[in-house]
């Protein structure tokens, strides 16, 4: 059975998510997931959070998909001894390291690769299950015959976005975002947070969607440059993806409003419990899903431009003197 999986910044959205038919939601520990920290989470919310989902029936993982200093891993190791002692049913990972070392100490406890690790091809794959992973996330640019070899030849669990954003370079690893700010503060425990760069537990100010020129020394080329971060839905893909019995689904949003997160996941969970339903020997009719879908596009792409607008803004404000 195909797993949807749903976002959560909030304790809310995890209720939310919970009570729409996500099997399993996501959360970031605080300063480790590559979000702003309001759509983080302190360790006693994960906590909560973990009470919540396995009282709706549903599963809880945890983010921990920024890259890592030496001096880190140890309290990210105490902060995942805390989570695996309250019953967290995963971890979503980026760190190679990282993942080896949470293998070695927790080796009952599932890893699943995020989609920062940029998984291409299955060699990548194997040498990620070599190191504890047992699900790994597509990248967003693979064909459904890409996805159905990897199926065909190596034991692992595929976890698909359905709801995302396709970079214009590797989903996962930006170092555009620190262009017109980087600043390096430490959290009361002694985290280091970059902020600027979501690789390194700080946030993505999506630079990226700036209004870019091209020049060639001082000859202007283009008025106007776009790089491609276009956020999208899939719809087409879902029956398909079912039929070739892909492990999970998964939503993407900790930073939306709740009750748009509640939306999405309402939809998804419609849509795979209708295909699902269907007759196997006939084709599963999309159309009246395509206008339900666009007016829940419509209220993302706002929600995604306010949140743009106000990232670009705290950008350029000038770094706090030292």
């Known amino acids: 059975m195909v797993e949807l999986l749903a976002p959560a910044g909030n304790l809310p959205m995890v209720e939310g998510a919970v009570a729409n038919g996500a099997d399993a939601v996501y959360v970031g520990p605080r300063?480790?997931?590559?979000?702003?920290?309001?759509?983080?989470?302190?360790?006693?919310?994960?906590?909560?959070?973990?009470?919540?989902?396995?009282?709706?029936?549903?599963?809880?993982?945890?983010?921990?998909?920024?890259?890592?200093?030496?001096?880190?891993?140890?309290?990210?190791?105490?902060?995942?001894?805390?989570?695996?002692?309250w019953g967290v049913d995963g971890a979503i990972m980026t760190d190679i390291g990282a993942i080896a070392e949470v293998h070695r100490r927790f080796p009952h406890l599932t890893i699943h690769a995020s989609i920062g690790a940029n998984i291409l091809n299955n060699e990548d794959v194997r040498f990620y299950r070599s190191i504890g992973v047992s699900q790994v996330v597509a990248d967003t640019k693979l064909t459904?015959?890409?996805?159905?070899?990897?199926?065909?030849?190596?034991?692992?669990?595929?976890?698909?976005?359905i709801h995302a954003n396709k970079c214009y370079t590797y989903l996962g690893k930006c170092w555009m975002s620190p262009y017109h700010r980087l600043e390096r503060t430490t959290d009361s425990f002694g985290k280091d947070l970059f902020k600027g760069s979501p690789n390194r537990g700080g946030l993505d100010y999506r630079v990226c969607m700036e209004s870019w020129e091209l020049y060639s020394g001082e000859e202007k080329w283009e008025n106007s440059v776009a790089l491609k971060n276009d956020a999208f839905f899939l719809l087409e893909d879902i029956p398909h993806l079912i039929d070739l019995k892909v492990e999970c689904l998964k939503?993407?949003?900790?930073?939306?409003?709740?009750?748009?997160?509640?939306?999405?996941?309402?939809?998804?969970?419609?849509?795979?419990?209708?295909?699902?339903?269907?007759?196997?020997?006939?084709?599963?009719?999309?159309?009246?899903?395509?206008?339900?879908?666009?007016?829940i596009q419509m209220e993302r792409d706002t929600a995604r431009s306010d949140g743009t607008r106000q990232l670009l803004m705290e950008a350029r404000q000038p770094l706090p003197a030292i």
């Open 31 to 85: 300063g480790w997931s590559r979000r702003r920290d309001r759509y983080e989470m302190s360790d006693e919310d994960v906590r909560n959070a973990i009470g919540i989902a396995h009282a709706g029936g549903a599963k809880l993982r945890v983010a921990f998909n920024t890259n890592m200093q030496s001096h880190e891993i140890a309290p990210m190791l105490e902060k995942m001894g805390r989570f695996v002692s």
């Open 144 to 161: 459904l015959r890409e996805l159905a070899s990897r199926k065909e030849q190596i034991d692992v669990g595929i976890e698909i976005l």
């Open 251 to 295: 939503v993407q949003g900790r930073e939306y409003p709740v009750p748009l997160v509640e939306r999405m996941v309402r939809f998804y969970r419609n849509l795979i419990d209708a295909c699902l339903a269907s007759p196997r020997d006939e084709v599963f009719d999309l159309s009246p899903w395509r206008s339900r879908l666009a007016s």
